[in-house]
Nanobody, 122 residues
């Protein structure tokens, strides 16, 4: 089993910054991709950013140039630095990890964190 624990959410004014963290723990062979998603009230969950184990990244267009995803493979932690936050960034942010549980012959599984609220408001 893998547990993902997010932290760093909160209330911030427009133009402000927040840094989200998500630490993976438990028993697993390796973590492949890690990512951040968000879900605003009344909307579907959407991808914000994703990072592979080799460091390659993708971002949704609305956050390019403002958000930066990074990871510490030794600590099994993924980060999301969010700058110049806008009210439309308000959502619950979830991290996910694509994991090989036991060895290379196993099947990948996806795990999710519990979510952390980000509210951008004056």
């Amino acid at each position: 089993q893998v547990q993902l624990v997010e932290s760093g959410g909160g209330l911030v004014q427009p133009g402000g910054s927040l840094r989200l963290s998500c630490a993976a723990s438990g028993s697993f062979f390796l973590i492949s991709d890690m990512g951040w998603y968000r879900q605003a009230p009344g909307k579907e969950r959407e991808l914000v950013a994703r990072i592979r184990s080799n460091g390659n990244t993708i971002y949704t267009s609305s956050v390019k140039g403002r958000f930066t995803i990074s990871r510490d493979n030794d600590e099994n932690t993924v980060y999301l630095q969010m700058n110049n936050l806008k009210p439309e960034d308000t959502a619950v942010y979830y991290c996910d990890a694509r994991v090989l549980p036991t060895d290379w012959n196993d099947a990948y599984r996806n795990y999710w964190g519990q979510g952390t609220q980000v509210t951008v408001s004056s």
